[in-house]
């Protein structure tokens, strides 16, 4: 089991997603924006950070630079669908530099739940 923070401006997202990890066994916080999770990062550690780079204000492209910056950085899953004349793959080109894995929207359960795996291990 693992602590896990999400961030996704988009709310059937955050839903769906939660809903993924915590039927697999995981703790999930959710925040709807950068700003949000970069203030709940300053009082909480996590053992993985999932964030859509695409968002109002502070963006993934963000979150991923603060990351960087942590002595203990969480491990980082990016993950975008695109929007606002950009596509996805352009969305996750920094995440494929800075993060540890990436998922283009619309992904399955199971592509979440490998990368998740592959990135904390399988929980035994």
Known sequence: MADILLIDDMAGVRR???????RAGHTVTAAETGDEGLEILKTHQ????????????????DVLSHLSTLPNRPRVIAMSGGGAGLSADSALRLARIKADAFLEKPFESADL????EKLLGKPG
């Open 113 to 116: 739940l490998a990368a998740v």
């Open 46 to 61: 996590f053992n993985l950070v999932i964030t859509d780079m695409l968002m109002p204000g502070t963006d993934g492209a």
């Open 16 to 22: 769906t997603v939660t809903a993924m990890l915590k």
